[in-house]
């Protein structure tokens, strides 16, 4: 004989009635919990790509910085070269 068997018939019910909000309560919980760590991971995502994108940002300028100063530098030497082939060295 099961101890289910000398509960009154109420109880019994009643404890089906509380497993069953019970197990309501924690599939709440859990969609809550998921929606909860999606939110987070998402914020989290956003701040990450925000501060790579300040990132690259800083690198193109960087690099196209560099390319001016390149051609600059490059320029600068062909005129040096230049005025050397005119001028004589003392």
Same mark, same amino acid.
């Given at each position: 004989?099961? *101890?289910?068997?000398?509960?009154?018939?109420?109880?019994?019910?009643?404890? %089906?009635?509380? /497993? +069953? !909000?019970?197990?309501?309560?924690?599939?709440?919980?859990?969609?809550?919990?998921?929606?909860?760590?999606?939110?987070?991971?998402?914020?989290?995502?956003? *701040?990450?790509?925000?501060?790579?994108?300040?990132?690259?940002?800083?690198? %193109?300028?960087? /690099? +196209? !910085?560099?390319?001016?100063?390149?051609?600059?530098?490059?320029?600068?030497?062909?005129?040096?070269?230049?005025?050397?082939?005119?001028?004589?060295?003392?």
């Amino acid at each position: 004989m099961k *101890a289910q068997d000398n509960l009154p018939k109420t109880e019994i019910q009643l404890r %089906k009635i509380v /497993r +069953e !909000e019970v197990r309501n309560e924690l599939s709440t919980a859990k969609v809550d919990l998921v929606d909860s760590f999606t939110k987070i991971a998402t914020n989290f995502k956003s *701040a990450i790509l925000e501060a790579v994108d300040k990132v690259m940002g800083e690198l %193109k300028k960087s /690099r +196209e !910085e560099q390319q001016t100063q390149a051609y600059q530098l490059s320029n600068h030497s062909d005129r040096i070269e230049k005025l050397e082939q005119i001028l004589p060295e003392p």
